[in-house]
T-cell receptor
Framework: GENVEQHPSTLSVQEGDSAVIKCTYSDSASNYFPWYKQELGKGPQLIIDIRSNVGEKKDQRIAVTLNKTAKHFSLHITETQPEDSAVYFCAASSKGGGADGLTFGKGTHLIIQP | GAVVSQHPSRVICKSGTSVKIECRSLDFQATTMFWYRQFPKQSLMLMATSNEGSKATYEQGVEKDKFLINHASLTLSTLTVTSAHPEDSSFYIC?????????FGPGTRLTVL
C-alpha cells in the first residue's frame, strides 16, 4: 500500500517569513495529492490539492509543487501570519482522483512566531 | 458548498455500551464517504470506505463487527462503535467525496470510561 512521509514534524517561523513542508510517497500509481490544515479539536480543512498532470499550483499565499519522478511534493506558504499556525497534513491517493481513502503523512505542527 | 457535518461532536459513554456517530453531507450527495480515526497528536488513519447501498470496505486490522457502518442514503453515513472500550477512545472523523476531492467533517470526540 501507499506510504507517505512528511517532514518536518514541527516548524517554527517568524511572522512574514515563508514555510515549506515536504512529503514523499511510495506508490508510483498515486496521482492525487491534497494538503489539509487542522486546528485543535477540529476536522481537517482542504487548503490546496494537486493532480499528477501538473507540476505546480498556486492559490494566493499557498503553493504546492509535485515531482513525480522523485515522488515528492511540497507545500509552500509565503508571508506567514499568526492564523497560519496549525497542524498541516499531506496525503496521497493510491488510485485516481481520491476515489479511495487517503493515506496521510504524520503531520507538521507549524508555529508562527509574532 | 461541500459542507460535511457530524453528530454528536462529543460523546462520553460507559465501557460496554454502543455509540452511533452520524456523518451528513449538507449541500451535496455523496455516494462514497470515509471514516477515519485520529489518536492524540497522531495522523488520521482510514478505517473504512462507506458506499451508499452496499457494504462498507474495511481497512486491514479494523474489526467490521465492532465498527458497524451504514450508508443508507446519499447524504448520511453512520458509524456505530459496538461494545465500546477505553481503547476505542479517539477522534472519529468522516469525509465525503465530491468528484475527486474529499471534504471532512468536524469530528466526534469519543471518550469511553
Amino acid at each position: 500500500g501507499e506510504n507517505v512521509e512528511q517532514h518536518p514534524s514541527t516548524l517554527s517561523v517568524q511572522e512574514g517569513d515563508s514555510a515549506v513542508i515536504k512529503c514523499t510517497y511510495s506508490d508510483s500509481a498515486s496521482n492525487y495529492f491534497p494538503w489539509y490544515k487542522q486546528e485543535l479539536g477540529k476536522g481537517p480543512q482542504l487548503i490546496i490539492d494537486i493532480r499528477s498532470n501538473v507540476g505546480e499550483k498556486k492559490d494566493q499565499r499557498i503553493a504546492v509543487t509535485l515531482n513525480k519522478t522523485a515522488k515528492h511534493f511540497s507545500l509552500h506558504i509565503t508571508e506567514t501570519q499568526p492564523e497560519d499556525s496549525a497542524v498541516y497534513f499531506c496525503a496521497a491517493s493510491s488510485k485516481g482522483g481520491g476515489a479511495d481513502g487517503l493515506t496521510f503523512g504524520k503531520g507538521t505542527h507549524l508555529i508562527i512566531q509574532p | 458548498g461541500a459542507v460535511v457535518s457530524q453528530h454528536p461532536s462529543r460523546v462520553i459513554c460507559k465501557s460496554g455500551t454502543s455509540v452511533k456517530i452520524e456523518c451528513r453531507s449538507l449541500d451535496f450527495q455523496a455516494t462514497t464517504m470515509f471514516w477515519y480515526r485520529q489518536f492524540p497528536k497522531q495522523s488520521l488513519m482510514l478505517m473504512a470506505t462507506s458506499n451508499e447501498g452496499s457494504k462498507a470496505t474495511y481497512e486491514q486490522g479494523v474489526e467490521k463487527d465492532k465498527f458497524l457502518i451504514n450508508h443508507a442514503s446519499l447524504t448520511l453515513s453512520t458509524l456505530t462503535v459496538t461494545s465500546a472500550h477505553p481503547e476505542d477512545s479517539s477522534f472519529y472523523i468522516c469525509s465525503a467525496r465530491v468528484q475527486s476531492t474529499q471534504y471532512f467533517g468536524p469530528g466526534t470526540r469519543l471518550t469511553v470510561l
